[in-house]
């Protein structure tokens, strides 16, 4: 082979090694590039939902949820269940008729407080402990518990905006649906107030029971849908409001809201489990 070759065959391995230097430069930065551009939108989206606008957007589509199901309760079953009401009256038979129009009110007056509970009349219209009243009176209604509002005459909720004003009405009613659904309770007190002594101003809401209570950080930890704890921290994390709770096993349970009137950060819903 003469020289002439060697020097051929020399520029074709130079070519060939340049051009896989330059690929692997390439490759490499289309890599680290790509890894760039994840890691910034795994930190956008970190960001996003930390952020008071994520949060909104999941509370907005789960209101608008309740409302359709609301909706639907009352255009649909609450309707058909009043129609059985009106055939029920044409049966002949005095004591079946009388249990079917019994077991039809009550399925109607049932129907009719879920579709309450789930989109209830426009509450950031009238004073939240107002509100708050009504809803007590409600449980009451619906069930053999006991629940009990106090509150001050002259207390202040007119420096919460009407975002603050219907989240914390909800968080309040999650609450009660709980102790409803899983206390056991036979009384319930909800004490609303301002602040006293050397407490910071704001709204202080207490919801006390005298139920069987529950391991509150254990259910929180497991996402244990029953209790929903999770949708009352994002609630209250909303509004930049402190959430505790405070219950064991055989102890009952009492939940602290507090919404200062100043508050500077947000991240302050996150729940403080405290023992009885």
Known sequence: MDSAEIQRLHGIIHSYTVFFIIFDIVFFAIILGAIGLLIRYL????????????LRYIIRGQEEERARVARELHDTIAQDL????????????NDLREKLSGLLDKSVHEVRSMSYNLAPPDVTKNDLAANIMNLCQNFT??????????????????FLTKEENFNIYRIVQESLNNIL???????????????????????????TDDGIGFDARRNYVSGNSHFGLLGMNQRAELIKAKLEISSEPGAGSQIKLVKLKHTSSVGEGVIKFKNL
Do not use: W
Not at 145 to 158: H, I
Not at 191 to 198: A, T, V
């Open 181 to 207: 659904k899983h206390a056991k309770a036979e009384e319930v007190t909800v004490l609303l107030r301002n602040e006293i002594g050397g407490e910071d101003k704001g709204l202080y809401i207490f919801i």
């Open 141 to 158: 209604e619906q069930s053999q518990v006991e629940f009990r509002m106090v509150t001050p005459e002259k207390a202040d909720t007119s």
């Open 82 to 93: 009043r129609y059985c009401r009106s055939l029920a009256d044409k049966i002949g038979e």
């Open 43 to 54: 930190k956008s989206q970190k960001r996003l939902r930390s952020s008071g606008d994520y």
